[in-house]
């Protein structure tokens, strides 16, 4: 890092000798160092006559601190219009909505007012709580229980992120929840630490085999010898589980042509990101993430165990889509001084077991 601000450093002396450098900066909150560290760095570049530099962060402490004596704007005081069309336009698209609001017009506007206001320009929490009306609606709710719907939802991110995996519908859902989210993060960790791990598309296919409590390595006959459009089906019901389970803070890219489709490639490698980075920052959170591993304690769920499975059963059903795959990301892996031949799935798979069994503490 040094050496990195040094070099930048440098840079930006020799360019303003002849030219004038305008920065644009997003996301300071999103620094993994030391936020008093950054502020300073970007305020010693901007004292140069020839260079303007344009931060953006989210409002933390630090940052307005430090840069409480130049020009600023907060995004929430100029989004408030966005926001209101926004939200009228998807209230408005509902039946239900604009049978009320022909009944009672003044508690409709007065709803959108509310979210508006609450909303203090993140459209982010607009969508989670219109989507959460919209919800109401389709329950039948009035305008006052809809009312009473939005003065529930917590005005923060985190909060209501919190608020949507406790309130889901059964409670079970929620220890189906916490698999998926560890097993996502355990990919993550995964992914760091071994170079060829990252080839590997977890994926919608993936993520079901691994999730399969009645898949059994042990118990040959528990192996799954499914067809290409029992592969459609198990991704359609993983990407359905996602939705339900994990109350939506999981999304699959990708469009759905691959559901009219005979072949199952495009199913099976669709993949699965987060709603939003602050839904990464959640899950980071200690007090949150020990919540979420305590719901599977007392069954013993091991994550690293259940992508060695998922890795296993994936280059069974469709060995040749990934040696492919492998070969074209070109990812050589060794262990112990010993190349492994990143073509021959056997080697991997042997190569994987032996270190998943070396690492019994798993990766969370």
Same mark, same amino acid.
């Not at 010693?44 to 530099?53: E, F, G, L």
């Not at 430090?66 to 039946?95: C, E, H, M, W």
């Given at each position: ?87 009228? +336009?998807? &209230?408005?698209?509902?039946?239900? #909505? !604009? ?7 003044? *508690?409709?506007? =007065? ?118 459009? +029992?592969? &459609?089906?198990?991704?359609?019901? #993983? !990407? ?7 109350? *939506?803070?999981? =999304? ?113």
């Amino acid at each position: 890092m040094p050496r990195l601000k040094l070099a930048f450093q440098t840079l930006v002396e020799k360019l303003v000798e002849t030219r004038k450098l305008f920065l644009l900066v997003d996301g300071l909150d999103e620094y993994d160092g030391d936020h008093f560290e950054i502020a300073d760095f970007f305020q010693n570049i901007a004292k140069s006559r020839n260079v303007k530099v344009c931060l953006s962060s989210r409002p933390w402490l630090v940052f307005e601190e430090a840069f409480k004596n130049v020009p600023s704007l907060r995004v929430q005081d100029l989004t408030s219009s966005d926001i209101t069309l926004y939200v009228g +336009d998807k &209230l408005k698209n509902d039946r239900r #909505m !604009e049978h009320l609001a022909k009944r009672h017009p003044e *508690g409709a506007k =007065e709803l959108i007012d509310e979210i508006v206001t609450k909303a203090q320009g993140v459209f982010l929490w607009v969508t989670l709580v219109v989507a959460s009306l919209l919800q109401g609606l389709g329950n039948r709710d009035g305008i006052v229980d809809l009312q009473k719907r939005l003065r529930l939802i917590p005005p923060t991110l985190k909060d209501l992120y919190k608020h949507m995996l406790t309130r889901l519908d059964p409670p079970f859902y929620l220890e189906q929840a916490s698999r998926i989210f560890q097993l996502m993060r355990a990919k993550e960790k995964l992914d760091q630490e071994f170079p060829f791990a990252a080839a590997w598309d977890f994926a919608l296919l993936g993520l079901s085999l691994a999730d399969n409590n009645a898949i059994d390595l042990e118990k040959p006959e528990t192996t799954p010898q499914w067809t290409q459009q +029992d592969i &459609l089906a198990e991704c359609d019901e #993983m !990407e359905y589980r996602l939705t339900s389970r994990c109350a *939506g803070l999981f =999304e699959v890219t990708g469009d759905h042509k691959w559901q009219k489709s005979a072949s199952s490639e495009e199913a099976s490698y669709r993949g699965i990101t987060y709603l939003h980075r602050t839904v990464r920052d959640f899950l980071k959170d200690k007090d949150v993430w020990e919540m979420i591993v305590a719901l599977t304690t007392e069954s013993g769920f091991q994550p690293s165990s259940r992508l060695l499975k998922a890795f296993i059963l994936q280059f069974q059903l469709s060995p040749s889509k990934c040696r492919k795959r492998y070969a074209r990301k070109n990812i050589p892996y060794r262990d112990s001084g010993t190349a492994i031949d990143s073509h021959d799935p056997s080697a991997l798979c042997r190569n994987r077991d032996a270190k998943f069994s070396r690492r019994s503490t798993g990766y969370v």
